[in-house]
């Protein structure tokens, strides 16, 4: 660290004097003096330094201050750049970007560790911003902002243009210039800083402005955007080099124009603009259409219209004269028709007195038959044939009740008390008849279940123990177990057998025994193999 401040050492002389442990002359310090002294000696020693290192971990904390490390192959120092000194950076650090930061150096006795307060920081030359500027645009481009496809086209003749640039430079004259040469068209400007620190956040706020304007309000919308700025070094160009920047021209609802520095200048608002024009005046140029070659092209499209009119219409005349040559005159049209009319004219007389007597002689004939007297005895034929029919008709009415009457009584005949009785007990009967032959085929059914099952009982029986006792065979027990072989009488402590009608002990008088209970499933019996 060096050699130990003056203070520091008058402090430690009075220490040493005032010790009051005999043998130790080590001086006595406080956490908070040497984190004190330390802090004066470093600010001391170096005060405002100029160090050049690469950027390593970036940090924006919530608060607005920046923590960054500055480091080369051997070192590394921490650093800080307060909030408001962030904001006014015209760069704004990245990992990985080499810089040449500016500030003093100081402690934080919290950690116990040094670090720098960055006031101003910067690229390390030309190829840290051109590595800076190419890690951004293989961003922009991973994210598809760069495709030719989202890309709009400019409106061919614009009403109102936005230009954002500087009010006081060269750059905004020629584009004015050049719109009033062309075309004169309604411009809006929004003025910006063209280059240092201001310039990203002001063109990003100009773009995003314009396109929040409503369309047909108070201030118009514009139908185009210009982003101008006259040439000048990667420094001074920086500010369009932005992420902000970019990320604002590629948002905007309104097709923009980049025009950016010299032919030969490049920046990252040329990639993701919907066109980038060379220059400021050749945006202009892009714009708007020239104006007078407009209306000679409309001169020359009017006069080639009335050419093609003129000549249409003499090529419809010709074309009309050579037709009616071929066909005939209008004379020679109706000559014929009226030599037929005069033809019929002749005969119509003639034709109608024929007609009208060919007529009269079939109304005669027709009317011959419709005479009178004929009338009469033709009406007295027909009221003698309905009066026969009436006197028909009641004597059929009276044939036709009786028949009806005589099926009616025949019918109701039938439904005589006795007759519905007679049927209740037919039908009793056969009731009676069914029921006996359920009855008799269940009382069959019931004993042939019986006879099954006394068969079964036999089976049973048959095949049991008991039914072996009684043909003379024995069963040797060990209590309740049966002995089944030599090996278990031998081990057993008593012995009994039992016969078909008792039960008594081996070696001694016979005496009646209850009767045993039947082997257990899988004890032996005389019929186990």
Not at 298 to 327: E, H
């Amino acid at each position: 660290m060096g050699e130990v401040p003056s203070h520091l050492k008058a402090e430690r002389t009075l220490d040493l004097l005032e010790d009051d442990q005999p043998g130790r002359n080590e001086p006595e310090y406080t956490v908070s003096e040497i984190s004190s002294a330390v802090k004066r000696a470093i600010e001391g020693e170096f005060g405002r330094v100029r160090i050049k290192g690469e950027c390593g971990r970036v940090m924006v904390a919530r608060s607005g201050h920046v923590y960054l490390d500055l480091k080369d192959d051997r070192a590394v120092l921490a650093s800080i750049i307060w909030k408001g000194q962030a904001a006014k950076l015209a760069v704004q650090p990245e990992e990985g970007m080499e810089v040449v930061a500016i500030g003093k150096l100081t402690t934080f006795p919290g950690q116990s560790k040094y670090q720098m307060v960055i006031e101003d920081i910067r690229p390390a030359g030309v190829g840290a911003l051109m590595a800076m500027l190419e890690k951004r645009k293989k961003l922009l481009e991973s994210e598809g902002l760069f495709e030719p496809a989202r890309k709009k086209r400019i409106p061919y003749l614009p009403e109102i243009i936005g230009v954002v640039t500087s009010p006081q430079g060269a750059v905004i004259r020629d584009i004015l210039h050049r719109l009033r040469d062309r075309f004169p068209r309604k411009v809006l400007i929004w003025p910006v800083a063209v280059q240092g620190e201001g310039c990203a956040p002001q063109v990003t706020a100009a773009i995003e402005g314009f396109n929040a304007m409503t369309p047909g309000g108070a201030l118009p919308r514009p139908d185009l955007i210009i982003v101008a700025r006259g040439g000048g070094s990667i420094e001074d160009l920086w500010g369009f080099n932005e992420e902000s920047v970019a990320r604002a021209a590629a948002a905007s609802d309104i097709p923009l124009i980049s025009a950016v520095g010299h032919e030969t200048d490049t920046t990252l608002i040329d990639y993701v603009s919907d066109v980038r024009a060379p220059t400021p005046t050749a945006a202009a140029e892009i714009a708007v259409p020239v104006r007078l070659d407009l209306l000679a092209t409309v001169d020359n499209y009017g006069a080639r219209m009335a050419q093609a009119l003129s000549s249409n219409v003499g090529a419809r005349k010709q074309r009309l004269a050579d037709v009616s040559r071929a066909l005939p005159r209008r004379d020679e049209l109706t000559q014929i028709a009226r030599q037929r009319f005069d033809i019929a004219g002749g005969r119509l007389d003639a034709s109608l007195k024929a007609g009208t007597a060919a007529k009269r002689l079939a109304f005669e004939k027709a009317a011959s038959p419709l005479r009178p007297t004929i009338l009469a005895r033709q009406t007295e034929r027909m009221q003698a044939r309905l009066a026969q029919a009436g006197g028909k008709l009641g004597v059929a009415l009276e044939r036709k009740s009786e028949r009806s009457r005589a099926r009616f009584d025949q019918i109701s005949g039938r439904l005589t008390t006795k007759g519905i009785a007679r049927d209740l007990g037919l039908q009793k009967d056969r009731l009676s008849r069914a029921t006996r032959a359920a009855s008799q085929a269940g009382t069959g059914q019931v004993r042939a279940w019986r006879d099954h099952m006394e068969k079964l009982d036999r089976l049973r029986e048959t095949l049991g123990y008991q039914a072996t006792l009684d043909r003379g065979y024995a069963v040797v027990w060990d209590g309740d177990t049966v002995v089944t072989d030599s090996k278990a009488a031998k081990k057993a402590a008593s012995l009994d057998v039992q016969f078909k009608d008792a039960r008594i002990p081996v070696g001694a008088a016979a005496k009646p025994a209850p009767k045993p209970k039947p082997p257990k499933a899988g004890q032996g019996s005389l019929f186990d193999d």
